[in-house]
């Protein structure tokens, strides 16, 4: 019997064809984390143990292979399964303590607080499951995605990277671009530098880079400046998947592909991150509501501090045109990640329905807007004409013409 966390070189065709001839049953429920597998540590043990005989040839390595796992001792697997609910209590520990940590790293601030973080974090999970996305990666790579989605804005100041720049703020000095991006991975590496709260903390090197690399390109991805150069790479990526006949083929094939899988996680964090845009609109409505407040203190900031007029999406005094703002962010920026996600995986249809209808609602709040305007306009307009013929020789003219008659 074995049971695997969808590694590449378990699902190679390879090592499946060779489970098939061996007859060896391959779990099917879903798989654990390598902290939670039983008897994790034995792999360990056996390849250290094999390791030592020096094998001359492949027949070799597999005969030393099966003594040195028929000689392990019984004594250790039953301590192993033994002392698996202690393991199970120290990792979920960890994870609570990790998770705590992020949610005090995060600022009590408008819209970058933790709910938004938490918000991130709980849709890159249901990309992943209910979008069945998770297929194209590892277990470990599934959990640095997770990870990198709930730690993504942490320690935000509700300001955003141009007002870093031009108020000359010291974390502009120290990254030269992608500025909040980059502290707010240097931030999520620093919480995993305490052992204490270090998920990572039971990975092998190898195991630790590779989490750490994809957490590097998942946050840095959230850079908005850096998704409209990445549209073009994904959409081509969603084209070549029509092209496969199975379902089963493409995903063997982009599992291999690590370029292709991280645009792939790229675009997953964007969607995530403008996910608000995707909820129910009684959501929607709130939470637009939010970051537009948050803008607007920009704006107070860019007035006070930097003595510059903001731009009409950060101005209070232009807070009656949210709506129609919100109109050109949905047809600029959001609908192209929802569109061709659910072009790429039809689970993910959900998402863009709603951005469709939210798009419909916020419509239908800038055409109301845009007639009071006009209604408004042509009233002044009408003052104004109005006021022009009683001060102009026309009226005279008018007035005479009009008392004629009664002469
Ligand atoms: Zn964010």
């Excluded at 707010?184 to 195991?207: A, C, G, P, V, W």
């Amino acid at each position: 019997m074995f049971q695997h966390d969808n590694d590449p070189k378990y699902k190679a065709k390879s090592t499946c064809h060779w489970l098939q001839q061996n007859k060896v049953k391959v779990l099917e429920w879903p798989s654990q984390t390598l902290d939670l597998n039983i008897i994790e540590p034995l792999w360990g043990d056996l390849k250290h143990a094999v390791h030592a005989r020096q094998h001359r040839n492949l027949q070799e390595l597999e005969a030393f292979c099966q003594e040195e796992w028929a000689a392990l001792p019984p004594e250790k697997i039953k301590n192993l399964i033994h002392n698996y609910h202690k393991r199970l209590l120290v990792v979920i520990d960890v994870l609570v303590r990790f998770l705590f940590s992020v949610s005090k790293g995060y600022r009590k601030i408008t819209y970058h607080n933790w709910r938004h973080g938490f918000n991130v974090g709980q849709t890159m999970f249901t990309l992943l499951m209910t979008g069945n996305l998770k297929r194209y990666y590892t277990d470990l790579e599934a959990m640095a995605m997770v990870t990198a989605a709930f730690c993504h804005d942490i320690d935000h100041r509700g300001t955003n990277n141009l007002y870093q720049m031009k108020s000359g703020h010291p974390l502009a000095k120290l990254h030269g671009s992608s500025i909040l991006e980059r502290h707010h991975l240097e931030f999520s590496k620093t919480l995993l530098k305490d052992e204490s709260i270090n998920i990572y903390q039971n990975l092998n090197r190898r195991q630790y880079d590779h989490a750490i690399h994809m957490m590097d390109i998942a946050i840095i991805a959230t850079d908005l400046a850096l998704y409209f150069k990445k549209r073009a790479m994904f959409q081509k990526i969603v084209d070549q998947s029509k092209t496969y006949d199975s379902e089963e083929a493409w995903t063997e094939y982009l599992m291999l592909e690590q370029t292709r899988k991280e645009i792939v996680m790229a675009m997953m964090m964007t969607a995530c991150d403008l996910s608000a845009i995707a909820k129910p609109w009684e959501i929607q409505s709130k939470v637009a509501l939010l970051v537009a407040a948050e803008f607007w203190e920009q704006g107070d900031l860019e007035r006070t501090v930097l003595q510059q007029n903001p731009i009409p999406m950060m101005d209070r005094n232009k807070a009656d045109e949210l709506p129609k703002l919100q109109c050109g962010f949905i047809d600029f920026v959001c609908t192209f990640v929802y569109k061709e996600f659910s072009r790429f995986h039809p689970e993910i249809q959900p998402m863009y329905d709603r951005i469709l209808n939210n798009k419909k609602e916020w419509k239908a709040l800038a055409d109301e807007y845009e007639a009071k305007m006009k209604a408004l306009e042509e009233r002044e307009a009408e003052k104004r004409r109005q006021t022009a013929c009683k001060t102009s020789p026309c009226f005279d003219r008018e007035r005479k013409w009009r008392k004629r008659p009664s002469n």
